[in-house]
């Protein structure tokens, strides 16, 4: 059974704060990927990454940063914490088969719900 | 960027009757097409997909429907029953594996 593991699921920061949000997949899956969780808006891209070291932006990166060192593990960093950043924060994983529409199965973790004050 | 379109954003039905839900797509290269269901406090869990080589898919109680044509796609759930209440979210497939989600839909399933 995959397993993506959010490390925090609630938290609290101040407005400047650096905030770091750590993800870890145990299935060995290339694509990983961090999505904001807003009423009416959907599941929105934050970023993703196809590999280590590797990083690309998504919908909406203003604001974020990534860090992937390892396979596993997928950080999202928000530089100076706002309270326009206060959302659910979805991390996710899948296989890469290459092509477009072979359709890879994300999975989910379980949610990080982040409050700025 | 791809755009998708989810309706209606909330939906009540009373127990046993039919759910529909419609999303509209922009991309015509798109060819992937999962739904999502996230109960409340849980993570979002795959349901049912649908490729573009096919025009429909079912599983029990929940079947979709793809027009490619008309760029759009449906979630279609019979008989609900109260533990269909949950959030409901299409996707598509960009480029890269990556999906684009719509807005969701509320569904509440009344006893």
Same mark, same amino acid.
């Given at each position: 059974?995959? #397993?993506?593991?959010?490390?925090?699921? /609630?938290? *609290?920061? !101040?407005?400047?704060?650096?905030? &770091?949000?750590?993800?870890?997949?145990?299935?060995?899956?290339?694509?990983?990927?961090?999505?904001?969780?807003?009423?009416?808006?959907?599941?929105?891209?934050?970023?993703?990454?196809?590999?280590?070291?590797?990083?690309? #932006?998504?919908?909406?990166?203003?604001? /974020?940063? *990534?860090? !992937?060192?390892?396979?596993?593990? &997928?950080?999202?960093?928000?530089?100076?914490?706002?309270?326009?950043?206060?959302?659910?924060?979805?991390?996710?994983?899948?296989?890469?088969?290459?092509?477009?529409?072979?359709?890879?199965?994300?999975?989910?973790?379980?949610?990080?719900?982040?409050?700025?004050? | 960027?791809?755009?998708?379109?989810?309706?209606?954003?909330?939906?009540?039905?009373?127990?046993?009757?039919?759910?529909?839900?419609?999303?509209?797509?922009?991309?015509?290269?798109?060819?992937?097409?999962?739904?999502?269901?996230?109960?409340?406090?849980?993570?979002?869990?795959?349901?049912?997909?649908?490729?573009?080589?096919?025009?429909?898919?079912?599983?029990?109680?929940?079947?979709?429907?793809?027009?490619?044509?008309?760029?759009?796609?449906?979630?279609?759930?019979?008989?609900?029953?109260?533990?269909?209440?949950?959030?409901?979210?299409?996707?598509?497939?960009?480029?890269?594996?990556?999906?684009?989600?719509?807005?969701?839909?509320?569904?509440?399933?009344?006893?």
């Amino acid at each position: 059974d995959v #397993k993506v593991t959010q490390s925090s699921r /609630y938290l *609290v920061k !101040r407005t400047g704060e650096k905030v &770091f949000l750590e993800c870890v997949q145990d299935m060995d899956h290339e694509n990983m990927f961090w999505y904001r969780q807003d009423p009416g808006l959907g599941l929105r891209l934050i970023y993703f990454s196809y590999d280590v070291k590797m990083k690309e #932006k998504g919908d909406i990166p203003e604001g /974020y940063s *990534v860090s !992937r060192e390892k396979k596993e593990r &997928f950080s999202l960093i928000l530089e100076s914490a706002s309270t326009n950043q206060t959302s659910m924060y979805l991390c996710a994983s899948s296989l890469s088969y290459g092509g477009r529409g072979r359709g890879n199965t994300i999975y989910f973790g379980e949610g990080s719900w982040l409050t700025v004050v | 960027g791809e755009n998708v379109e989810q309706h209606p954003s909330t939906l009540s039905v009373q127990e046993g009757d039919s759910a529909v839900i419609k999303c509209t797509y922009s991309d015509s290269a798109s060819n992937y097409f999962p739904w999502y269901k996230q109960e409340l406090g849980k993570r979002p869990q795959l349901i049912i997909d649908i490729r573009s080589n096919v025009g429909e898919k079912k599983d029990q109680r929940i079947a979709v429907t793809l027009n490619k044509t008309a760029k759009h796609f449906s979630l279609h759930i019979t008989e609900t029953q109260p533990e269909d209440s949950a959030v409901y979210f299409c996707a598509v497939e960009a480029a890269g594996n990556k999906l684009t989600f719509g807005g969701g839909t509320r569904v509440l399933v009344k006893p």
